[in-house]
C-alpha cells in the first residue's frame, strides 16, 4: 500500500472525526441553550402569574371584606420586567398589553378605600374583564411559543377571579367567599405570607 494514501486516509479520517465532535458541540450547545432559556421563560412566567393572582386576590378579598390592602407591588412590576426578558418579541407584546389590561384594573379598583369606600363585586367583575381577555391571550402568546404541541386555551383558568362569560372555572365567587370568611375569622390572606 502507498504510504501517501495511508496518510491522506489517516488525516481524512481525524479531519471528519474532528469537524464531527465541532459540529456536535455546536449543536449540544445551542440544544443547553434552549433548554436554559426555556427554563428561564417558564420560571418568569410563572412568577408573573403567580404575582397576578396574588394581588388580584388581595383586592378582591380587601373590597369584599373591607379590610386594608397590603400588597408588595414592587414584586409584580419585577415579575413584568423579568418575563419581559426572557420572552420572545411577541409574547413580549402580549406582555405589554396585560400589564396595560391589569393597570384598567387597578385604575378602578384601587383609587378606592376598602375599608371605607369598597369595590362591589359587579364593579370588580366588570374591571377585570380586560385583564381576563389579556390573561388569555398572554397565555395562549406563550403556548404558542413553546412549540405546536400545545393547542390555544378557549378560556382561562385562574388568575383572574371573578365570574366572566370566557372563564373556565369561574372561581370569583368561591374565592370571594372564602377570603371574606377567612378575615373575618382573623385568618391572614395568603398575599400577606
Known amino acids: 500500500m502507498n ?25 449540544t450547545r445551542r440544544a443547553q441553550e434552549r433548554h436554559w432559556l426555556r427554563d428561564k421563560q417558564l420560571r418568569a412566567y410563572e ?12 383586592l378582591r378579598q380587601g373590597h369584599s371584606a373591607r379590610v386594608p390592602i397590603n400588597f408588595d407591588w414592587g414584586a409584580w412590576s419585577a415579575a413584568l420586567t423579568t418575563a419581559s426578558l426572557v420572552a420572545p418579541l411577541s409574547v413580549a407584546r402580549a406582555i ?3 400589564g396595560d389590561a391589569v393597570g384598567v384594573f387597578l385604575d378602578a ?3 378606592r378605600d376598602p375599608v371605607t369606600d369598597p369595590v362591589d363585586e359587579d364593579v370588580l367583575n366588570e374591571a377585570s374583564r380586560p385583564a381576563a381577555a389579556a390573561q388569555l391571550a398572554l397565555v395562549n402568546a406563550i403556548r ?5 404541541a400545545l393547542t390555544e386555551l378557549p378560556f382561562y383558568l385562574g388568575g383572574t377571579l371573578g365570574d366572566h362569560p370566557e372563564g373556565g372555572t369561574r372561581p370569583g ?19 400577606d405570607s
Do not use: N
Open 144 to 148: 404558542r411559543s413553546m412549540g405546536r
Open 3 to 27: 504510504t501517501l494514501a495511508v496518510i491522506i486516509t489517516t488525516l481524512g479520517g481525524a479531519l471528519s472525526a474532528t469537524l464531527g465532535v465541532l459540529v456536535g458541540g455546536v449543536v
Open 47 to 58: 412568577e408573573l402569574f403567580s404575582q397576578y393572582a396574588r394581588f388580584m386576590m388581595a
Open 109 to 111: 379598583v384601587s383609587s
Open 96 to 98: 405589554d398589553a396585560f
Open 173 to 191: 365567587r368561591l374565592h370571594a367567599q372564602a377570603a371574606t370568611d377567612r378575615l373575618a375569622s382573623g385568618q391572614p390572606s395568603p398575599a
